[in-house]
């Protein structure tokens, strides 16, 4: 048996899913959450119940997500790699959308990541080893897509306090990676975890396309395999110095250097008037 125990929230569908599969495969010890326990013991085989522990865990609420980590290290021991994979695709655009449900969104896919690394880090410090991967997405990056700025958002946030956390915890022997996929064939785009504005604006052209092209012609034909992508976060929590930033997908890179080449154009078109900013000497 693999000696790491792993941690996964949002494991019963997707990635998450297809995360907790090839851990158990491979001989991993797997603690697993989701909002809807029946759901996620359907979905993954009983066979190895001595290293499987289906948690229902409510992410917004600190209390659950510190029994599902202390009942984690009650049955295995330790944890040695958290996977904050829980969240949902919020469309609509800026304007579109209220105050609730752009909130909303941050709830589940910032702030319950956050609870989970606030209560797996005083673990983790005290054994002085883990790895924290914060699943993002290229929209984390990239955030030109018309019609999902709110989900962009959140995804730049995770960005941004992974960055953070890495430096903040590798004093003490943990790692953290933000993980950003391009299209992957899992159900993000279906109802179940795309979520619509409640009062679209008829005049919003471009997002309703943009929504439209994502519920229609690319839901359901996403080039990327989850099962792969699984088995890329596996061999890099492997790894003896894993990369802070992990772009998943060819689709994915190609996203990411078109904005890189992108932001430095820009750089280059103002650098003389941008730069020329100090305090007169």
């Known amino acids: 048996m693999k000696t790491k125990v792993w941690f996964v929230t949002g494991a019963s569908k997707g990635l998450g899913l297809a995360l907790v599969h090839a851990l158990l495969h491979k001989g991993y010890q797997v603690a697993a959450t989701s909002r809807k326990l029946a759901e996620l013991k359907a979905a993954v085989p009983q066979g190895r119940a001595d290293a499987f522990l289906p948690l229902e865990v409510d992410l917004l609420k600190e209390d659950s997500v510190r029994q599902a980590i202390d009942a984690t290290r009650a049955r295995f021991g330790q944890i040695d790699v958290v996977v904050n994979n829980a969240g949902y695709g919020l469309a609509g655009g800026l304007e579109e959308l209220s105050d609730a449900e752009a909130r909303a969104n941050f709830d589940v896919n910032v ?3 956050l609870n989970v690394i606030r209560q797996a880090l005083p673990h983790l410090r005290a054994q002085r080893s883990g790895h924290i991967f914060n699943i993002a997405s ?16 959140t995804k730049f946030a995770m960005h941004g306090f992974t960055e953070a956390l890495e430096d903040e915890i590798k004093e003490f022997g943990i790692r953290a990676t933000v993980v950003s ?18 009062h679209p604006i008829e005049d919003y052209k471009a997002v309703r396309k943009m929504q439209s092209l994502h519920e229609g012609s690319i839901n359901g034909n996403q080039a ?26 060819p689709d994915a890179y190609d996203m990411v250097e078109k904005k890189i080449e992108k932001v430095r154009k820009e750089m280059e078109a103002v650098r003389d008037l941008a730069t020329a900013t100090n305090l007169d000497k």
Do not use: M
Request: hydrophobic residues 45%; charged residues 15%.
């Open 181 to 198: 996929p391009g299209y992957f064939r899992t159900n993000f785009l279906e109802s179940s975890s795309l979520v619509v504005p409640q």
């Open 224 to 249: 990327g395999d989850p099962v792969k992508a699984a088995e890329v976060l596996i061999r890099v929590a492997e790894q003896a110095e894993p990369v802070l930033h992990l772009f998943l997908g």
């Open 111 to 113: 702030f319950g990541a």
């Open 138 to 153: 290229v929209a984390g990056f990239t955030g030109g897509f018309a019609g999902f700025g709110i989900y962009c958002s």
